[in-house]
Protein backbone atom coordinates (compact mmCIF):
# COMPACT_ATOMS: atom_id res chain seq x y z
CA UNK A 1 0.00 0.00 0.00
CA UNK A 2 2.60 2.00 0.20
CA UNK A 3 2.25 2.62 -3.39
CA UNK A 4 -0.98 3.51 -3.23
CA UNK A 5 -0.31 5.68 -0.12
CA UNK A 6 1.83 7.43 -2.66
CA UNK A 7 -0.24 7.59 -5.12
CA UNK A 8 -2.90 9.03 -3.07
CA UNK A 9 -0.83 11.46 -1.59
CA UNK A 10 0.31 12.76 -5.06
CA UNK A 11 -3.38 12.57 -6.27
CA UNK A 12 -4.03 14.98 -3.05
CA UNK A 13 -1.26 17.02 -3.48
CA UNK A 14 -2.07 17.90 -6.80
CA UNK A 15 -5.78 18.25 -6.12
CA UNK A 16 -4.54 20.98 -3.29
CA UNK A 17 -2.07 22.74 -6.26
CA UNK A 18 -4.79 22.33 -8.81
CA UNK A 19 -7.28 23.90 -5.56
CA UNK A 20 -4.69 26.25 -4.91
CA UNK A 21 -3.93 27.39 -8.49
CA UNK A 22 -7.51 27.47 -8.84
CA UNK A 23 -8.11 29.63 -5.63
CA UNK A 24 -5.30 31.88 -6.75
CA UNK A 25 -6.88 32.43 -10.23
CA UNK A 26 -10.37 33.22 -8.46
CA UNK A 27 -8.70 35.58 -6.44
CA UNK A 28 -5.95 37.39 -9.24
CA UNK A 29 -9.47 37.64 -11.34
CA UNK A 30 -11.63 38.94 -8.69
CA UNK A 31 -9.32 41.16 -6.85
CA UNK A 32 -6.00 41.78 -8.98
CA UNK A 33 -7.15 41.34 -12.37
CA UNK A 34 -9.81 44.53 -11.89
CA UNK A 35 -7.27 46.98 -10.81
CA UNK A 36 -4.42 45.73 -13.23
CA UNK A 37 -7.44 46.34 -16.16
CA UNK A 38 -8.25 49.73 -14.45
CA UNK A 39 -4.67 50.61 -14.53
CA UNK A 40 -4.54 49.70 -18.10
CA UNK A 41 -7.44 51.22 -19.09
CA UNK A 42 -6.75 54.48 -17.02
CA UNK A 43 -2.74 54.01 -18.75
CA UNK A 44 -4.64 54.29 -22.10
CA UNK A 45 -6.88 56.79 -21.57
CA UNK A 46 -3.65 58.88 -20.41
CA UNK A 47 -1.82 58.00 -23.37
CA UNK A 48 -5.10 58.87 -25.57
CA UNK A 49 -5.21 61.83 -23.78
CA UNK A 50 -0.88 62.67 -24.11
CA UNK A 51 -1.65 61.98 -28.18
CA UNK A 52 -4.46 64.26 -28.10
CA UNK A 53 -2.84 66.92 -26.65
CA UNK A 54 0.44 66.40 -28.85
CA UNK A 55 -2.12 66.87 -31.39
CA UNK A 56 -3.63 69.96 -30.07
CA UNK A 57 -0.12 71.48 -29.36
CA UNK A 58 0.95 70.15 -32.46
CA UNK A 59 -1.76 72.16 -34.06
CA UNK A 60 -1.58 75.13 -32.42
CA UNK A 61 2.19 75.17 -33.09
CA UNK A 62 1.35 75.33 -36.52
CA UNK A 63 -1.65 78.60 -35.99
CA UNK A 64 1.54 80.41 -34.07
CA UNK A 65 3.81 79.64 -36.59
CA UNK A 66 1.43 81.46 -39.31
CA UNK A 67 0.88 83.93 -37.02
CA UNK A 68 4.36 84.94 -36.28
CA UNK A 69 5.13 84.67 -39.89
CA UNK A 70 2.00 87.03 -40.11
CA UNK A 71 3.19 89.31 -38.03
CA UNK A 72 6.84 88.98 -39.11
CA UNK A 73 5.37 90.17 -42.87
CA UNK A 74 3.65 92.73 -41.12
CA UNK A 75 6.59 93.98 -39.08
CA UNK A 76 8.43 94.00 -42.94
CA UNK A 77 5.71 96.26 -44.03
CA UNK A 78 5.76 98.50 -41.60
CA UNK A 79 9.66 98.64 -41.27
CA UNK A 80 9.53 99.49 -45.57
CA UNK A 81 6.67 102.08 -44.58
CA UNK A 82 9.15 103.48 -42.02
CA UNK A 83 12.03 103.62 -44.12
CA UNK A 84 10.01 105.36 -46.75
CA UNK A 85 8.48 107.81 -44.51
CA UNK A 86 12.27 108.77 -43.43
CA UNK A 87 13.20 109.35 -46.98
CA UNK A 88 10.02 111.80 -47.57
CA UNK A 89 10.63 113.17 -44.52
CA UNK A 90 14.24 114.01 -45.55
CA UNK A 91 13.63 114.75 -49.00
CA UNK A 92 11.04 117.42 -47.33
CA UNK A 93 13.65 118.55 -44.66
CA UNK A 94 15.88 119.22 -47.93
CA UNK A 95 13.36 121.29 -49.35
CA UNK A 96 12.51 123.48 -46.27
CA UNK A 97 16.14 123.59 -46.08
CA UNK A 98 16.76 124.90 -49.58
CA UNK A 99 14.07 127.02 -49.23
CA UNK A 100 15.37 128.57 -46.14
CA UNK A 101 18.56 128.78 -48.35
CA UNK A 102 17.00 130.67 -51.39
CA UNK A 103 14.87 133.17 -49.08
CA UNK A 104 18.36 133.97 -47.23
CA UNK A 105 19.45 134.63 -50.65
CA UNK A 106 16.60 136.52 -51.68
CA UNK A 107 16.91 139.05 -48.54
CA UNK A 108 21.09 139.21 -48.55
CA UNK A 109 19.97 140.28 -52.04
CA UNK A 110 16.83 142.73 -51.16
CA UNK A 111 19.49 144.22 -48.27
CA UNK A 112 22.59 144.31 -50.83
CA UNK A 113 20.09 146.48 -53.50
CA UNK A 114 18.45 148.51 -50.67
CA UNK A 115 22.31 149.07 -49.45
CA UNK A 116 23.45 150.21 -53.02
CA UNK A 117 20.65 152.84 -53.59
CA UNK A 118 21.18 154.30 -50.44
CA UNK A 119 24.90 154.81 -51.03
CA UNK A 120 23.09 156.49 -54.42
CA UNK A 121 21.53 158.58 -53.17
CA UNK A 122 23.79 159.58 -50.55
CA UNK A 123 26.26 160.16 -53.18
CA UNK A 124 23.53 161.91 -55.57
CA UNK A 125 23.26 164.42 -52.94
CA UNK A 126 26.36 164.81 -51.92
CA UNK A 127 27.14 165.07 -56.02
CA UNK A 128 24.20 167.60 -56.61
CA UNK A 129 24.93 169.18 -53.45
CA UNK A 130 28.39 169.81 -54.29
CA UNK A 131 27.40 170.70 -58.62
CA UNK A 132 25.41 173.77 -56.90
CA UNK A 133 27.93 175.35 -55.00
CA UNK A 134 30.27 174.68 -57.95
CA UNK A 135 28.15 175.77 -60.61
CA UNK A 136 26.64 178.74 -57.87
CA UNK A 137 30.19 179.74 -57.92
CA UNK A 138 30.83 179.42 -61.45
CA UNK A 139 27.87 181.21 -62.85
CA UNK A 140 28.27 184.05 -60.69
CA UNK A 141 31.62 184.57 -61.70
CA UNK A 142 30.35 184.02 -65.34
CA UNK A 143 27.55 186.24 -65.10
CA UNK A 144 29.37 189.47 -63.25
CA UNK A 145 29.42 191.56 -66.01
CA UNK A 146 25.53 192.53 -67.31
CA UNK A 147 26.44 192.23 -70.91
CA UNK A 148 27.37 188.53 -70.52
CA UNK A 149 23.76 188.00 -69.06
CA UNK A 150 21.23 189.96 -71.48
CA UNK A 151 23.30 188.05 -74.14
CA UNK A 152 22.65 184.63 -72.54
CA UNK A 153 18.94 185.84 -72.21
CA UNK A 154 19.07 186.69 -75.97
CA UNK A 155 20.16 183.29 -76.82
CA UNK A 156 17.50 181.34 -74.74
CA UNK A 157 14.91 183.45 -76.20
CA UNK A 158 16.01 182.77 -79.68
CA UNK A 159 16.36 179.11 -79.01
CA UNK A 160 13.00 178.91 -77.78
CA UNK A 161 11.72 180.52 -80.59
CA UNK A 162 13.27 178.41 -82.83
CA UNK A 163 11.88 175.18 -81.33
CA UNK A 164 8.56 176.81 -80.96
CA UNK A 165 8.38 177.97 -84.63
Not at 17 to 40: D, H, N, R, T
Not at 55 to 64: A, D, V
Not at 72 to 86: G, N, P, S, T
Request: proline letters at 1%.
Amino acid sequence: MFINETVIAIVFRLFNFSLILALGAYAFKQYVLPEIMIAMAKTESEKDFLVEQRRLLGQRQGELDQLIEQEALLCEQFKKKVDDWKLVVEKERLLEKNELKDRLVAIEKKQSKKEEYREEVLLQRFVANQVTKDLEISLSKHFENEDMGADYLEKIVHFMNERVL
